[in-house]
């Protein structure tokens, strides 16, 4: 059933409205200069809203007010010797960074350090750490206000970068739109113009990439060229999400540092992200592969039996695949290019669905946002906000039954959480027909977990007892 077009003038004036003080232009923050100053678009516009709130592309008087803010609070990495230099010289400095911070016992006492800028070893109050213990987990962007005392470099006082999430407010906002305008809501608060994707299938491909944001354990991989913008979204959603492009992967980066204890990246956030996969360089991965399968399949942590710990990050690979003259996967194996330890199907298996990131267009000036969408901060709060919303997990399940005289339990499994995560972004308020949860959840399920399947059907044979084509009841 085609849906009825809408207008994007009049969806701008509807968030507007139903949003408030949550909505924004998306064209203000590239008009603003303001990312190069390194910021991800969760601040940026934190920054914009607090210093030339309005609508609009931003004018030359605007760009100059929030340039010369920037100047005093956001130092460039060839300024922070100046930080360094003022500092020393008794000045109290307030600059908007990212803080984390790392605890050192000792036995007689526990020392807390932060780090800040280049600045490793920066005194910070327990009471700071009570009150805000995301800093203990995977750091906060904020205020902050440093002076040089006798023990070092101290944080007096930090003014965190929060949006307040009422996640009931989000779900009586969604019942003001009809589900084409919702979809296309959710492409401009992610940053991209619904426009340039001219069909179905291509917005929703780009939507999955919220996945691993709504569900638990949402393990997926995305496959596509060069330039369809891969990692644009895990970049500028939250601080929650951490995405690795380059350099080294080790089992004490992802997992757990057995000298010191200290957990990984699978522990501290909601969402790991490993872009280009195939130029990462992987330190011991046959323990990495190991350490891995069991996440994956258990949702714990351990390396060598120690320190095991519970996790619900969602881990997700990005990878460039070649492309023939109809854009389509060159390879007959989807997964040929992988490192090799990553192409074992005990591996893939795990891994839920795979995003056919070569179906939509590359990225141009086109495909960003133009229109007005929710700021990525109080977008990407809501969203890990749905992780909670046990109900839409319960209602998605209990629709899902795969066919066949023998159904595989991760296929149902995978279907299963795929279409809830699918429900919670379409539908966070619970109101859908049956009808629409099979077109716009189950459906595109089932497709992403297929694509997966098939290549675990032609690389191993022990999956050629189960059924090749999957569907549902």
């Not at 205020?143 to 949006?163: N, Y």
């Amino acid at each position: 059933m085609q849906e009825a077009s809408i207008s994007i003038e009049e969806l701008a004036k509807k968030t507007q409205s139903v949003f408030g003080a949550q909505a924004i232009d998306k064209r203000r923050l590239p008009s603003s200069q303001l990312k190069k100053r390194g910021l991800p678009a969760y601040v940026a516009e934190y920054v914009l809203d607090a210093i030339i709130p309005g609508m609009g592309f931003v004018t030359k008087e605007e760009a100059e007010t929030v340039q010369n803010w920037a100047k005093t609070r956001i130092p460039k990495g060839d300024e922070q010797k100046l930080v360094k230099f003022r500092l020393s010289q008794g000045e109290i400095v307030k600059i908007l960074t990212s803080v984390e911070t790392d605890i050192k016992l000792k036995r007689d006492k526990q020392e807390t350090y932060a780090k800040v800028l280049d600045l490793d070893d920066v005194l910070i109050s327990d009471d700071l750490l009570r009150s805000y213990p995301a800093l203990l987990k995977q750091g906060m962007w904020g205020v902050v206000e440093l002076v040089k005392t006798s023990e070092g470099v101290a944080i007096t006082s930090f003014k965190p970068m929060q949006a307040t999430i009422n996640i009931e407010l989000l779900k009586q906002a969604r019942a003001e739109f009809s589900l084409a305008e919702w979809r296309s809501l959710i492409l401009i608060s992610m940053g991209y113009n619904p426009e340039a994707y001219t069909t179905l299938e291509q917005q929703e491909i780009v939507m999955a990439r919220l996945l691993p944001l709504v569900q638990k354990n949402m393990h997926l991989m995305e496959l596509a060229p060069k330039g369809t913008g891969k990692s644009y979204l895990f970049e500028n959603i939250s601080p929650r999400v951490r995405l690795i492009s380059g350099g080294n992967v080790s089992p004490a980066v992802l997992f757990v540092n057995n000298s010191n204890g200290q957990y990984g990246l699978l522990a501290r956030f909601s969402v790991l992200v490993l872009d280009e996969i195939q130029t990462l360089k992987f330190l011991q991965p046959g323990e990495i592969i190991g350490g891995l399968k069991g996440y994956l399949a258990n949702g714990k942590l351990t390396r060598g039996g120690l320190h095991e710990i519970a996790s619900d990050c969602g881990f997700v690979m990005l990878a460039n695949i070649p492309l023939d003259d109809n854009q389509r996967p060159l390879l007959d194996s989807l997964v040929e290019t992988l490192p090799g330890f990553l192409r074992e199907t005990a591996f893939l298996d795990r891994i839920q669905g795979i995003i056919p990131g070569w179906k939509i267009p590359k990225l141009s000036s086109n495909c960003f946002a133009q229109s007005v969408g929710l700021k990525a901060d109080f977008f990407g709060d809501a969203l890990l906000a749905l992780r909670e919303e046990l109900d839409h997990d319960q209602k998605a399940f209990k629709r899902v039954k795969l066919i066949g005289h023998n159904p595989y339990t991760r296929n149902e499994d995978a279907i299963r959480n795929i279409a809830a995560g699918m429900l919670k972004i379409l539908f966070p308020h619970g109101i859908f027909t049956e009808d629409e949860f099979r077109r716009n959840c189950l459906r595109p399920a089932i497709e992403f977990r297929q694509i997966i399947w098939d290549q675990l059907y032609s690389l191993d044979p022990e999956y050629r007892q189960y059924e090749r084509e999957l569907a549902c009841e």
